[in-house]
């Protein structure tokens, strides 16, 4: 750890201990609130995950406040018995190069604020909301375990339970305390017609990469390493792709494909035609679904092509579409050259899953469920609405086999996963080496640089 060189005392506000000592009592009345709740279906998990977020949220407050010179008002003592020494609490950092230490202590009180925020909305919409509501929400916990299942029973990732919450739009909060995915899905999931819940699997995919292990070394880093080759604007749609490529396989259903041509209907024409650094165009979204449906010789790929070359002429058929160079300069590309480049890339992925997930597989039968003369025969609109007409029958039965699974959430118990080896892990990751051999503990796997809704959160 670096020793500050720095002659002259930095003087660090002590209104940071101030904000942290009020994020902790709204953590405690919280879970006090939680304790006392007669709703017992999930109480443990809120109680357990808030007791991580407080472990985590205090070490890094002190590790940073302590570390650039800040003086506690009194004589605080660890939250809770979970506390783990790890690093002397009286080293002195080394001056950021890159951020301002307000920067730090902000982006850190933040980050637990945004945390607690998605918790006690999460909690307070299973006790307030209407019995749809909260009835969606529990078949969406159950099905996000049983998506979930196949890379559990597989080891690439530890056990895991899914807390979902209602929110505008499909969203994944990225946690590094915790085994818990975390999910935002759309408010409108509750509505008669619940193929918006088809996006959860999109959002676990996010979790799956940066939770993933495979053969003992990080999954993100197997992705990248797959991905080696290709050209840096792919490289940083990495993420994304294996998202949608997950989204794709672990339904077993054809829907998510389907559901990838909605995309196109309702954005913004920039949107469509201009890589935003994170996600390829939506112009480009399908071929990563349409790969993985040729890698599993579906049948149905052959008519939703057909009904996504439709959308695409309405949207005024541009042949090429604006990526990002290394310098993040916006440069056209070719849409066929973008279109081969995602596929190679999504069905890498797609094998690679089914290698190492071997049970994905087995979902698919699941996705014949249409007739051959109907796939053959229908227009494309109809035959994507007869394939979320099947998913929505299909929600319950795969909530049966919810909860008939090993991997039943309740069943699951959270790991006190200790804070110093997460930050070591952050430092492996294909990101740009850290100034300041502290900032890999500042990153904590992208907790604090993403911010509450960008890469690598998952948004999308």
Not at 8 to 16: A, E, G, K, L, S
Not at 26 to 31: E, I, M, R, T
Not at 61 to 80: A, I, L, S, V
Not at 369 to 378: H, N, S, Y
Request: aromatic share 10%; net charge negative.
């Amino acid at each position: 750890m670096s020793v500050s060189t720095d002659p002259n005392p930095r003087r660090v506000n002590q209104i940071w201990h101030v904000r942290w000592q009020a994020l902790h009592q709204v953590l405690l009345d919280l879970k006090n609130n939680i304790e006392q709740s007669e709703q017992s279906a999930t109480r443990a998990n809120f109680i357990s995950l808030l007791e991580n977020l407080e472990v985590f949220g205090w070490k890094q407050f002190r590790f940073f406040y302590k570390g650039f010179g800040g003086q506690f008002t009194d004589n605080p003592t660890p939250p809770n018995p979970f506390i783990i020494p790890a690093i002397r609490r009286d080293q002195k950092l080394e001056s950021p190069l890159n951020y301002t230490i307000d920067h730090v202590l902000r982006v850190t009180t933040d980050q637990i604020a945004y945390d607690l925020s998605v918790i006690q909305q999460a909690w307070q919409q299973r006790t307030s909301m209407g019995q749809r509501q909260k009835e969606t929400l529990r078949l969406a916990d159950a099905l996000g375990v049983d998506l979930l299942c196949p890379t559990i029973k597989s080891g690439m990732i530890g056990d895991t339970t899914v807390i979902t919450y209602f929110q505008k739009s499909p969203v994944i909060r990225l946690i590094p305390y915790d085994n818990v995915a975390l999910v935002g899905i759309p408010l409108t999931s509750s509505g008669s017609k619940q193929r918006d819940m088809l996006a959860l699997s999109h959002e676990l995919g996010h979790y799956i990469f940066w939770h993933g292990f495979v053969e003992g070394n990080r999954l993100a880093l197997l992705l990248h390493q797959l991905v080696m080759g290709e050209p840096i604007w792919a490289r940083r749609w990495t993420e994304e792709i294996f998202a949608d490529v997950f989204g794709c396989l672990a339904w077993g259903h054809t829907a998510a494909a389907a559901s990838a041509i909605d995309m196109i209907r309702d954005n913004v024409r920039e949107h469509y035609i201009h890589d935003d650094g994170d996600h390829p165009p939506d112009a480009i979204r399908f071929y990563s679904y349409l790969e993985v449906l040729d890698f599993l010789k579906d049948l149905s790929a052959e008519t939703l092509t057909k009904n996504y070359d439709r959308l695409h002429q309405r949207r005024g058929k541009p042949n090429t579409l604006s990526v990002r160079d290394k310098n993040g300069k916006l440069v056209d590309v070719l849409l066929p050259v973008l279109e081969s480049t995602l596929r190679r890339i999504a069905r890498a992925f797609a094998k690679m899953l089914f290698e190492r997930v071997p049970e994905l597989k087995a979902k698919w039968p699941k996705g014949k469920t249409i007739d051959l003369d109907v796939i053959l025969a229908d227009s494309p609109d109809v035959l994507k609405e007869k394939l979320y007409a099947d998913f929505e029958e299909s929600l319950d039965s795969d909530l049966s086999s919810a909860h008939d699974s090993i991997c039943k959430s309740d069943q699951l118990h959270f790991s006190h996963r200790p804070w110093f080896i997460m930050a070591r892990d952050a430092q492996s990751l294909p990101t740009s080496k850290p100034e300041n051999e502290w900032e890999g503990i500042f990153a904590a796997d992208g907790w604090t640089i993403a911010g509450p809704e960008t890469l690598p959160v998952g948004d999308g």
